[in-house]
């Protein structure tokens, strides 16, 4: 195994990390891939913006190399691609230079037409805006503001490097934009429109995911994604907080889902979760309209939960495990990694309203508006986690039994299945 052939895996293994892949999976592609190619010994250890691996050869040479990942632009349409070619890989076993080919096909790749743009973000803001209570207008108002952040993304994207400002510059003109049009037309709820609008920023997600992450054992991954939730969500709580001070508002705002309808919750959050995976880049309408229908079912299992009287937390735990039988599911239906529906999926469950409250009640300094968010939010993010530990604990013990049944090999457990 010569040094060219690891740094080939570690560079699809760093395109991985960018695209939007767990540490872990990126962690379990490299090893499978090493061990592909004769590797007597591996060891591969990831975080968010560094891969090391070291790897003992055939020959009892040892190779250790380290990458340093500087970007990280969520591309689920390359990192589908990018999951083919690692199984191509431990399959085939292709030569270095055919390995080169292939992965060079995939980053040169186009990305998707602008116009997918445009209209994820206004599904986004829109649909979300009326999730969290706001009105028809006030979704339209939302739709259209997200046609103008999708506008300055164009812009932005190409001149901000530093996530905290894009962040803080993104917040400010969506609050702008969400209290101008209040001034105008005072009917109009503008902490729904705005809290709806950010969950395109928000960071909610790594949040709860760096709680797995720590619940898997990997500590310092699981930190870094907290605290990175954490910092875009205090920018995003500066830039509104700015835009308030330059444009009239009485205080800082809370929200509440539109507990009224069943229906336009469930619809409004199938529009924001698909509208959400068409910005992420991903291709083809039965894999969104998949996603769509797990977005769907989710909330809908959570409300039904809430429905026979289980309490938030519960709830969400029942709907995450849910969404994690879902995604497993549908990821093996599609050969596709299942971080694709659990994004989408459990997009409604996760607390980003209250990461962004957290955050705003400490810059409005309302120390009791900031630890009730804060309390909500740690329960809401243990209980999706939670959710998914327990769905992984009865697969993991599923296929035990099936293969004890069928009188195979149990399966490593330091190694996590592809999908």
């Not at 076993?93 to 790749?109: A, C, D, T, V, Y």
Request: proline share 3%; hydrophobic share 50%; charged share 15%.
């Amino acid at each position: 195994m010569k040094d060219i052939l690891i740094k080939s895996f570690i560079d699809i293994g760093e395109a991985m990390l960018e695209c939007g892949s767990e540490v872990y999976r990126t962690e379990d592609s490299i090893h499978r891939m090493c061990k592909a190619y004769g590797a007597v010994h591996c060891d591969v250890y990831a975080l968010t913006n560094i891969i090391q691996v070291t790897v003992q050869t055939p020959e009892d040479d040892i190779i250790t190399q380290i990458r340093y990942v500087r970007g990280n632009s969520t591309n689920f349409d390359r990192l589908i691609r990018l999951n083919s070619l690692c199984r191509f890989i431990t399959a085939e076993r292709p030569s270095q230079p055919e390995i080169s080919r292939r992965f060079q096909e995939i980053m040169n790749l186009p990305d998707p037409p602008r116009w997918r743009r445009f209209l994820a973000a206004a599904m986004i803001m829109g649909g979300f805006t009326v999730f969290f209570g706001g009105t028809l207008v006030d979704g339209a108002i939302g739709a259209a503001i997200g046609l103008l952040i999708a506008l300055l993304d164009i812009f932005l994207g190409k001149v901000e490097n530093n996530e905290f400002v894009y962040n803080f510059e993104m917040a400010f003109v969506i609050g702008a934009a969400a209290l101008g049009a209040w001034n105008v037309f005072p009917v109009l709820k503008p902490g729904m429109i705005i809290v709806g609008s950010i969950m395109l920023l928000i960071s909610a997600l790594g949040f709860t995911n760096g709680i797995r992450c720590i619940f898997r054992g990997n500590f310092m991954s699981g930190s870094v994604k907290m605290l990175h939730a954490l910092v875009g969500a205090f920018a995003i709580a500066s830039g509104i907080a700015v835009a308030m001070m330059l444009i009239s508002y009485p205080t800082h705002f809370s929200t509440h889902v539109n507990a009224n309808n069943a229906v336009y919750q469930l619809l409004s959050t199938t529009i924001g979760c698909m509208g959400l995976l068409i910005w992420q880049k991903l291709r083809g309408v039965r894999v969104i309209a998949c996603a769509g229908l797990g977005a769907f079912l989710a909330w809908g299992t959570e409300l039904i939960a809430m429905q026979y009287g289980a309490s938030a937390f519960y709830a969400t735990m029942i709907a995450s495990v849910f969404t994690a039988f879902f995604s497993d599911i549908m990821a093996r239906w599609n050969r596709m990694p299942a971080t694709i529906f659990l994004t989408s999926c459990m997009f409604a469950l996760i607390p980003g309203a209250n990461l962004y409250n957290f955050m705003n009640g400490i810059l409005v300094r309302d120390s009791a508006f900031a630890l009730s968010n804060c309390v909500t939010m740690l329960k809401i993010a243990l209980a999706i986690a939670l959710g998914f530990i327990v769905m992984n604990i009865i697969k993991k013990y599923v296929l035990m039994i099936q293969k004890l049944l069928r009188g195979e090999k149990i399966p490593d457990p330091k190694h996590t299945p592809w999908l």
